[in-house]
């Protein structure tokens, strides 16, 4: 049986730190590379991105096609990720794109585990667990986890909840169906909107929760930078999950006000969430072989409260929306 083409879009501005790292995941996949077509868009970096990808390129040449794109302008006034991924979609030839980020390091099986649910399925969503050196990255790693399971949850009853562009896989079918990023437009949430857009045009979805599409990604250096960004996105776009992370976010003001007239009654709570956060984390860890983090689930349990809050402060202050570098 003949193995579907692949081609992987990678969009770079400013990652010398990282890039190596996702390029060296991809030499280990275990796909056939001559069905394996990469490229990577430089977004108008300004350190060494594009020669380390150069270099690493020049060093493997067991791909059919194995690009550095320089990103130089614009198209249909996009802007950032969206442009480099609108560019790159012109020059791919597979019949998945497959959507990754500069800071991810993908598992050997990231291709086979996407296809063996991709049948009918115009987007597909993947798995990603933040690298922890600390309680604070292994709050950050547990949230996304637990985020990942519900919109799993969510999935599986066809409610769809959001993309996900450091691991996704469109079908290039669907995403031509729907004109590509040039015919969406612009949106903060790109991944978001191409997903929305897909489903929207009637293709089928899919949440995987399989180790095979677990990529490591690496905590973002400007937390609140990133987390204003999504709280916007996700409340321009509509999207499900906007609806509990404003609750969450709002859990620690509710919480302290019960303490007021209740100490025993905010005590009480917070251990019924933790017994919850165990029992839940306790079943996701297993699946995905992270029972490592099982430990971390009572500094989550806070982290939720008081960081979810801070978060909600910072998108609600007048200050500009940055990311990468870029105003929006």
């Excluded at 950050?140 to 919109?151: D, G, K, P, R, Y």
């Excluded at 099982?294 to 500094?299: E, F, N, R």
Aim: proline fraction near 3%; charge should be neutral; include cysteine.
């Amino acid at each position: 049986m003949n193995q579907p083409s692949i081609s992987i879009l990678v969009a770079a501005r400013n990652e010398e730190k990282n890039i190596l790292e996702l390029l060296l995941s991809l030499s280990k996949l275990s796909y056939p590379k001559e069905q394996i077509q990469i490229l990577i868009g430089n977004d108008d970096s300004t350190d060494k991105t594009a020669q380390i990808v150069e270099s690493f390129i020049a060093k493997n040449n067991g791909y059919r096609d194995f690009q550095l794109v320089n990103i130089q302008h614009q198209v249909a006034n996009l802007k950032g990720k969206a442009n480099v991924l609108a560019q790159l979609a012109h020059l791919a030839i597979g019949e998945y794109f497959f959507f990754t980020d500069a800071d991810i390091e993908v598992p050997e099986y990231w291709i086979e585990g996407f296809l063996s649910e991709m049948q009918n399925t115009g987007v597909g969503v993947g798995l990603s667990l933040v690298k922890h050196r600390n309680w604070f990255e292994a709050s950050q790693a547990i949230e996304w986890l637990f985020a990942l399971n519900l919109m799993k949850t969510f999935s599986d009853f066809k409610l769809p909840t959001t993309g996900m562009g450091n691991n996704m896989v469109v079908s290039a079918e669907a995403y031509w169906a729907v004109g590509g990023y040039e015919k969406i437009g612009f949106s903060i949430v790109e991944d978001y909107a191409i997903y929305k857009a897909i489903i929207d045009k009637g293709f089928g979805f899919k949440q995987l929760f399989r180790p095979e599409v677990l990529a490591i990604t690496k905590p973002p250096q400007n937390y609140f930078e990133q987390r204003k960004r999504w709280v916007t996105g996700g409340i321009s776009t509509g999207s499900l999950l906007i609806y509990p992370a404003i609750i969450q976010g709002l859990a620690l003001p509710i919480l302290l006000i019960i303490g007021v007239f209740s100490c025993k009654t905010t005590l009480i709570i917070m251990i019924l969430n933790l017994l919850v956060n165990f029992f839940i984390g306790q079943n996701i860890f297993k699946t995905l072989h992270q029972t490592q983090l099982l430990k971390y689930i009572p500094a989550y349990t806070i982290y939720m409260y008081v960081f979810w809050f801070l978060q909600l402060v910072v998108y609600l202050l007048p200050t500009k929306l940055v990311w990468k570098g870029r105003e929006y």
